[in-house]
């Protein structure tokens, strides 16, 4: 397992849900420490509770030099934000457990009431960091409402986090995202051209009209920025061939076929490691699982393994596979959800 955020230190704890009982993080949540400066110390901390009867986390921490620290995946829900309290932001649904819809980040703040102003580095890794978690999740890029969005801990536990993170420079912080944004293009189903090939279905997911395929979670996330430019996927990996495909022997890493390639969902990287890689990432063809058409020149067995479409998927000399490839339904992750109360600030 390997930081989702290049450059962050990984310094894992357990405490956590696993999966997210299939949710996809649409939150980032804001925090202050209440005490301490060292993004590590906080981090060792974390790990320290483990299996005690307060057990805490984050997924991030930021230290006042501006150190950043991964202790959990993003694919998982962070013990950070508790439960929700009464005065908590409107757009929460109390019957889904919050630290299952977004990601935290802790800013280490000496001072016990959290008073302490970012310093210049911990304010440049937090605009940074905010902005690439909400790009690999299509997190908008603006206060949290009901869509998703920013936020701090104070939006979900008004009663007993008033003070978190404490002050934090929120214009400075909408004014760097406005201006990183203008430079991203994320097609949605309300973008001119998109309308053609796809439709809203269940979950979040998409309906590729032409053929009945589905695209969703972190691949649809993927999907829509890939590429920068056009309309993103659909001009630079064309429409889905599958629905998303199960990898036998790896629970919870599926991969699914394009036109002009193929995306693996992939969080903890046992498939491949591309250089900044997040949960998702293009396929290397000569590594693939089978599923790209031999060179003329190599000649072909005959098919071992189907996938949802029951096309044939041609095997090269030398390819690895695994020995099944089977399709089912995946939501990025499952394990069971629940409610912690959890968190330093």
Not at 79 to 97: C, E, K, M, Q, R
Request: hydrophobic share 35%; glycine share 12%; charged share 10%.
């Amino acid at each position: 397992m390997a930081a989702n955020e290049p450059g962050a230190i990984w310094m894992p704890n357990g405490n956590a849900f696993l999966g997210r009982t299939g949710l996809q993080p649409r939150y980032v949540i804001l925090h202050g420490t209440a005490g301490g400066v060292s993004a590590q110390n906080i981090a060792t901390y974390f790990a320290s509770t483990q299996g005690s009867d307060n057990p805490v986390s984050s997924h991030y921490v930021i230290g006042q030099d501006g150190t950043v620290v991964q202790c959990i995946s993003e694919s998982d829900g962070a013990w950070a934000n508790g439960v929700l309290s009464t005065g908590h932001a409107a757009f929460w649904d109390p019957s889904i457990n919050p630290n299952n819809l977004t990601i935290s980040i802790e800013h280490c703040k000496p001072s016990l009431d959290n008073s302490d102003a970012l310093t210049p580095q911990q304010q440049a890794a937090s605009f940074k960091l905010i902005y690439d978690i909400c790009q690999r999740w299509q997190i908008p890029l603006h206060n949290a409402n009901a869509s998703g969005g920013i936020t701090g801990h104070f939006s979900i536990d008004p009663v007993n986090r008033s003070n978190c993170p404490g002050p934090y420079p929120w214009n400075a912080l909408w004014a760097y995202l406005d201006a990183q944004g203008a430079q991203t293009v994320n097609i949605d189903l309300n973008t001119p051209g998109v309308e053609g090939f796809f439709v809203a279905a269940s979950n979040g997911r998409w309906l590729c009209s032409p053929n009945g395929h589905y695209i969703g979670g972190a691949i649809l996330s993927f999907y829509r920025r890939f590429g920068n430019g056009g309309l993103c996927g659909i001009t630079y990996l064309g429409l889905p061939l599958t629905n998303e495909i199960a990898v036998s022997g790896h629970p919870g890493v599926v991969y699914q076929r394009f036109e002009r390639g193929a995306l693996a969902y992939d969080p903890k990287h046992v498939l491949d490691s591309p250089p900044g890689a997040g949960d998702v990432y293009c396929m290397h063809v000569d590594k693939g699982i089978g599923m790209f058409p031999a060179p003329k020149s190599v000649q072909t067995s005959a098919v071992t393994a189907t996938d949802s479409t029951s096309i044939p998927i041609p095997v090269t000399a030398g390819t690895k596979f695994p020995a099944q490839v089977t399709a089912q339904p995946h939501a990025n992750g499952q394990d069971a959800s629940g409610t912690h109360d959890a968190n330093v600030g």
